[in-house]
């Protein structure tokens, strides 16, 4: 799903159109979160035992969890090694 929003260009009088994909990024960043926290719970761990085990800041982890962090490719792989799971497994979840 994506926002389609329209804006005037000042001076020019004319009005554009694009997707805005911060939309449906910040869909994925949460539904990402939300997949971390399912894991995280299911094996019984706090998230500051998870962020120990990632090599990750417990702040970083919450802050993933809520869908307010885009994590890096490098992140998301050392969080599913402490999940226990695969990158890819991680990622069949979302939806």
């Given at each position: 799903m994506s926002?389609?929003?329209c804006r005037q260009l000042w001076g020019?009088?004319?009005t554009i159109a694009y997707v805005?994909?911060?939309f449906s990024e910040?869909?994925?960043t949460k539904q990402f979160g939300y997949v971390?926290?399912?894991r995280r719970i299911e094996l019984s761990l706090s998230q500051e035992e998870l962020a120990f085990r990632a090599n990750l800041h417990r702040t970083y982890i919450s802050d993933?969890?809520?869908g307010s962090?885009?994590?890096s490719l490098k992140n998301i792989f050392r969080i599913a090694q402490a999940l226990e799971i695969s990158?890819?497994?991680l990622f069949s979840e979302i939806e």
């Open positions: 926002l389609i929003v020019l009088g004319k805005n994909s911060n910040n869909r994925l971390v926290k399912k993933i969890e809520r962090r885009n994590p990158v890819s497994q």
